[in-house]
């Protein structure tokens, strides 16, 4: 379902409305994904994905980033931790992820009883949770938002760099860091 704006009449039928929504995503994506045919094809090469990985991925770069400007760099970030053969266990540790698994899959996480909105240390240590990519390698089952055309272009053509980790700073920025120690360094300062 592409997040857009839409006239509707109030009579449609709601398979109507979903049906119109998934052929503009259809219509819209389609012009990115042939914009950006190489980095497909370098996520295709590097990590064995197609389109849909792609829409994965860039739902939580959608649901990370706040300001244009860092979109890339937080999908640079993700990528980095699944290619880099260093970074093991290959897992994202996306806060939104665990969230959406709360919101997606009530009753199936122990530890998503009391979910409120905001994640708890136990959320992020619950394995039950299929959305868990503090848990999880790789990317979750499916998409966990709609993702707009910028994060989808992010995916597609990555800022280049070497960050594994970054924290959320205030004002919807964040500090990005290549080492544990300097991610860790920059989480004291955050909080």
Request: glycine share 6%; proline share 7%; net charge neutral.
């Amino acid at each position: 379902l592409f997040p857009d704006t839409y006239r509707l009449r109030e009579a449609m039928e709601p398979h109507d409305v979903v049906r119109r929504m998934v052929a503009n995503a259809q219509r819209r994506m389609e012009v990115v994904f042939e914009e950006n045919a190489a980095g497909l094809a370098e996520l295709e090469r590097t990590l064995g994905w197609g389109r849909h990985q792609a829409l994965v991925l860039a739902s939580i770069v959608e649901r990370e980033a706040v300001h244009a400007d860092e979109r890339p760099v937080i999908a640079g970030v993700f990528l980095n931790r699944l290619r880099d053969e260093s970074f093991v266990p290959h897992r994202l540790d996306a806060d939104p992820t665990v969230s959406y698994g709360c919101l997606a899959a009530p009753g199936v996480a122990p530890s998503c009883a009391s979910f409120s909105g905001r994640i708890s240390r136990a959320m992020t240590h619950d394995a039950a949770n299929p959305y868990n990519t503090y848990r999880r390698e790789g990317l979750p089952p499916g998409p966990i938002a709609n993702p707009g055309l910028d994060s989808l272009r992010a995916v597609l053509a990555p800022a280049s760099h070497r960050y594994l980790f970054f924290v959320a700073t205030g004002g919807g920025r964040h500090t990005f860091s290549e080492t544990i120690d300097e991610h860790n360094t920059a989480v004291l300062r955050a909080r």
